[in-house]
């Protein structure tokens, strides 16, 4: 093993990767129980094809995009396919660069999945699948190079410790770009489409909590301060945007609801992703607090517009990744993170470069979404009909239920040769 | 007095229409439940792992709504319009005699028992 290479943050690195990954199937179990139950696991696959996309274009180029030199906008292709990824480390860094790939790789993947959330209950899984695959490459990798792998926003000084660039507001704002384009499922604003499994939904969000353990506090590369101050973070931030939260939902609703709870806690994770490292625990808990009031306020207003960006990615993602970009600026302090102050602790120029990452960030993300998705329509067809929709994408699309009793089912034998499967849509 | 159960089975995705229409045509009195049934339309083909069946039995909801005979045609389009799609599987509408109906809050019986009350 060569010399460099630090056994305990390789010991670390290889727990908080494993822990990453988990949260894409959390954030299946998550979005499967906002949904209808005819629509379960259709949410659900869209994650799990996450997983199979993102790995896959990661490993070809998306690495390489992202990780490869400090070109201002994009990296090189030298990584293209894992090529010179050993486990020898990269510059400056004690564990394996396979490692550290492997590690950035599950961010590209939950960070596909989120994007779902805008879409489900209508988007064609193919066409999702291509979407997935494009979006990783096109957005992810490029937001990536921005604000981790030594683009113009972390060359210029951009905080940004575990992904609010590449993982929060990408996927917000690209999930509103996403809405606009693939359009409202066709009940939207006349029926109430409600939650169908609440359990699923705090379950979810737990689970998602436990690996954001693992995506904050692996984002220092190291078990140093800088790790365990993220890791710290990750448990005050979110408790404290669910204290809030709970009177909000009280002040609003009378009642502290369930999946507004489940709601506060990705929220709370999302504001401290690129402020972990970077802020003191006292200013984490402010964070929470404070941040929890943007989003909840979007969360109240989005349903009332046209836009049906079904499971508010845009909020919980976009608008707290974005506060919490913001916050960099004001409240980052040196004593804490041994790099830089904010403006509070006389350091303008710290928020200038977050200000900038919050305004880039957002608008790349939106428009390559938006002109991605149009360009895909053009060549196929981006949700399925409505018939198939009302029907449900679980049958329609994948040929399963969720909670498929087995009454009156018959079992076929293959040997049977019985004629070909007859989807619902062309019974006559 | 003429009173008649109005039972009608109708897809899941249209369930919600049918409740409209009702709603527009004044019958306010309506019990529904989730049933499976079969009405001549295709099987659907499922597989699990290994496993491929055919689903004999589709989900249906069936609505259940007592109302004076006045109320019987309207409770009837009401049905066909919100839960007609075209398709084989839209369900039936059955309508039975009613001999008696007891309003359990009051003990009004018949007609009364099926009229609306304003709260």
């Known amino acids: ?428 | 007095m003429v009173l008649k159960l109005v039972i009608g089975i109708v897809r899941p995705e249209k369930a919600n229409d049918v409740l409209e229409a009702l709603y527009r045509a004044q019958v306010r009195g309506v019990s529904l439940s989730r049933v499976q049934g079969h009405g001549g339309e295709l099987d659907r083909v499922e597989t699990y792992r290994g496993t491929t069946v055919k689903m004999g039995l589709a989900d249906k909801i069936r609505f259940e709504i007592a109302v004076s005979d006045e109320f019987v045609q309207p409770t009837i389009d009401a049905l066909c319009d919100g839960g007609r799609t075209g398709d084989v599987g839209d369900g039936k509408i059955f309508v039975v005699p009613l001999e008696r109906v007891v309003r359990i809050r009051t003990g009004e019986t018949d007609n009364r028992a099926v009229t609306p009350v304003n709260v």
């Open chain 1, 1 to 428: 093993m060569p010399a460099e290479i630090n056994t305990g943050d390789t010991a670390w690195m290889l727990v908080a990767t494993a822990l990453v990954l988990l949260m894409t199937p959390a954030l299946g179990l998550f979005y499967a129980g906002l949904v209808r139950g005819k629509n379960t696991l259709n949410t659900f696959m869209m994650c799990v094809s996450a997983i199979a996309i993102g790995a896959v274009t990661w490993a070809a180029v998306g690495y390489s995009l992202a990780f490869d030199g400090t070109g201002d906008l994009v990296g090189g292709l030298g990584h293209a396919f894992l090529k010179d990824v050993t486990f020898e480390p990269r510059d400056g860094m004690t564990i394996p660069h396979l490692l550290f790939m492997a590690y950035q790789a599950t961010f590209c993947i939950i960070t596909i999945a989120l994007i779902s959330g805008a879409v489900v209950e209508r988007m064609r899984f193919g066409a999702w699948i291509a979407f997935a695959a494009l979006w990783s490459i096109l957005v992810y990798a490029v937001l990536a190079h921005w604000g981790f792998g030594g683009g113009w926003l972390i060359e210029g000084g951009t905080l940004d410790f575990a992904g609010g660039i590449a993982v929060e507001m990408a996927s917000g704002f690209s999930a509103l770009a996403a809405a606009i384009v693939v359009g409202a499922r066709k009940d939207y604003g006349r029926q109430a489409l409600l939650p169908h499994n609440s359990v699923f939904v705090l379950l979810g969000a737990a689970l998602l909590w436990f690996g954001w353990f693992g995506f904050n506090g692996g984002s220092g590369f190291t078990t140093g301060q800088n790790s365990v101050l993220a890791f710290t973070n990750t448990l005050l931030c979110p408790a404290a945007s669910l204290l809030v939260w709970f009177v909000l939902d009280a002040l609003r609703g009378r009642r502290v609801t369930a999946v507004g709870a489940a709601t506060a806690i990705i929220v709370g994770c999302v504001l401290i992703t690129p402020a972990g490292g970077f802020v003191s625990p006292g200013w984490a808990l402010a964070l929470g607090a404070a941040g929890a009031l943007p989003c909840y306020a979007v969360i109240v207003w989005r349903p009332r517009t046209r836009v049906d960006e079904t499971l508010d990615v845009l909020a919980a993602h976009g608008i707290a990744g974005l506060t919490g970009i913001l916050f960099i600026g004001f409240f980052a302090q040196q004593n804490w993170n041994a790099i830089s102050d904010g403006l509070l602790y006389g350091n303008a120029t710290q928020l200038k470069w977050q200000a900038l990452a919050a305004v880039a960030a957002p608008a790349y993300a939106f428009a390559m979404t938006f002109a991605l998705l149009k360009l895909m329509g053009l060549v196929m067809p981006l949700r399925t009909s409505e018939h198939d929709e009302s029907i449900g994408m679980d049958v329609t699309q994948h040929g399963e239920e969720a909670y498929a009793s087995g009454e009156g089912a018959i079992l076929v034998s293959p040997e049977a040769g019985i004629e070909e499967p007859v989807p619902v849509a062309d019974a006559v």
